[in-house]
């Protein structure tokens, strides 16, 4: 490599460093998330969207609820039950916690939503006495399980349905919680375990409201 190719190369080189962090100032200052900070808190954003599939669930006062429902704000979905032995009850505290530290505005432009992966011991009745006992915002979905099935795979969640014959039987399910976006469709994943701290350091950013 000649002197002056050397040159230009060093040339080019700066130019590519000052440019880098030219673009990366305008990201920062248009208030743009750190894909690194985001994953650190475990947040996965998709690439692109996904729809969610139309049908219908029952809430916790026994009302239809449609999954089109999730618009105007964000949701965080968490497949569970209320029977469940650990996850969900350590799940559901954190998210109970995670709401006292984010600021009122994202708290106000956020639901949390437990969908129950044990439709047969999971009424409604059920479903609205146990998520007292965390945040009476919570709101508790439950139905036919072929319906439950399909959303969740929709949002890559599976679970393992149990045998219901058996005494006292646990559901095979994953601590991920599924990201809704305002205009109801899956934006991304918050991976278990939930590390409250950076999620609330995170999330008061990708939830302002449109606009």
């Known amino acids: 490599m000649t002197r002056t190719q050397k040159t230009v190369f060093i040339l080019v080189a700066v130019v590519a460093l000052i440019l880098g962090l030219t673009v990366n100032k305008v990201l920062t200052s248009k208030g743009q ?8 808190a475990g947040i996965v954003l998709l690439p692109q969207s996904r729809d ?12 239809a609820f449609r999954v089109d429902r999730l618009e105007k704000q ?9 029977f469940c032995p650990d996850i969900c009850p350590a799940t559901l505290a954190e998210l109970r916690q995670l709401r006292t530290l984010l600021p009122e505005e994202a708290r106000d432009n956020l639901r949390v939503v437990l969908v129950s992966v044990d439709p047969q011991r999971d009424t409604p009745e059920q479903l609205k006495k146990y998520l007292g006992y965390f945040d009476a915002e919570f709101i508790g979905l ?15 969640i599976p679970f393992i349905p149990a045998d219901t014959s ?21 934006r991304g994943f918050i991976r278990a375990p939930l590390k409250n701290a950076k999620l609330a350091a995170q999330l008061p950013e990708l939830l302002k409201p449109a606009g």
């Open 33 to 40: 998330a750190d894909p690194t900070a985001l994953l650190d």
């Open 52 to 63: 969610l599939p139309e049908l219908s669930l029952v809430d916790q006062d026994g009302q």
């Open 74 to 82: 964000w949701s965080l979905l968490f497949f569970g039950y209320t």
């Open 142 to 156: 439950t139905g036919e399980l072929e319906a439950i099935q399909k959303l969740a795979n929709a949002v890559s």
């Open 166 to 186: 058996e005494e006292n039987y646990t559901v095979n399910h994953s601590g991920n919680l599924v990201i809704v976006g305002p205009d109801g469709t899956q």
